[in-house]
């Protein structure tokens, strides 16, 4: 049976029971998929308020299983300012942690944006890649400051993807501390 003889099925089934009152399951592929969404709060790195709020932008524009979304409270992902020791992650790998960012290394030259959503990619489930090149988020500092791609890559999108498919169902991986 060709498409068009499907689609014409469909139609007619549809036409007879919607006046009936009766509805029609729908194939598991034709529901959209849940998004996981994660509140983010920035008041604890009030010098970097727009680059959170763009690393978490490009995460946006980049999967679509899990969004994240600024809040003053309840956020499970929060942000601080520190002047020394490097920026890092606490985190459980999944939606939860304490994103730390560095004000000595944006003075060094690194970008604020990158380091915002690199740490943002460990809460999404992400480690570390420091050898990977710049169009890697999670290369980190590896690349040096000249790097300033804030946005993931292709795979790193993919990987995020398959991570949150099951939203917080997931296993999660224990607390870990990754530094920038």
Same mark, same amino acid.
């Given at each position: 049976?060709n498409?068009?003889? $499907?689609?014409?099925?469909v ?8 006046p009936?009152?009766?509805?029609? =399951?729908?194939a598991?592929?034709a529901?959209?998929a849940?998004?996981?969404?994660? !509140?983010?709060?920035?008041? &604890?790195?009030?010098?970097y308020?727009g680059?959170?709020?763009q690393?978490?932008a490009n995460?946006?524009?980049a999967v679509t299983d /899990?969004?994240l979304? *600024? ?10 300012? $520190?002047?020394?020791?490097?920026? !890092?992650?606490?985190?459980? &790998?999944?939606?939860?942690g304490?994103? !730390?960012?560095?004000?000595?290394q /944006?003075?060094?030259?690194f970008d604020?944006?990158? $380091?915002? =959503? ?11 890649? !420091? ?12 690349p ?5 791609n804030? *946005?993931?890559?292709a795979?790193?999108a =993919?990987? /995020?993807q398959s ?13 870990q *501390?990754?530094?920038?």
């Amino acid at each position: 049976m060709n498409g068009r003889a $499907i689609g014409r099925i469909v139609a007619l089934a549809t036409a007879v029971a919607a006046p009936l009152g009766l509805g029609l =399951a729908v194939a598991p592929a034709a529901s959209a998929a849940a998004v996981t969404t994660l !509140y983010y709060s920035s008041s &604890g790195a009030p010098d970097y308020l727009g680059q959170i709020d763009q690393g978490a932008a490009n995460w946006n524009a980049a999967v679509t299983d /899990v969004k994240l979304v *600024k809040r003053t409270s309840g956020a499970t992902i929060k942000f601080h300012e $520190i002047h020394s020791g490097g920026s !890092y992650t606490n985190t459980n &790998g999944h939606g939860r942690g304490d994103i !730390y960012l560095d004000t000595s290394q /944006v003075a060094e030259g690194f970008d604020p944006t990158r $380091i915002a =959503a690199h740490e943002l990619g460990h809460n999404l489930g992400l480690p570390d890649h !420091y050898t990977g090149p710049c169009t890697e988020l999670m290369s980190g500092h590896g690349p040096g400051t000249a790097c300033t791609n804030a *946005k993931p890559s292709a795979a790193e999108a =993919a990987k /995020v993807q398959s991570l949150w498919v099951n939203g917080f169902a997931a296993t999660a991986a224990a607390s870990q *501390k990754v530094a920038y």
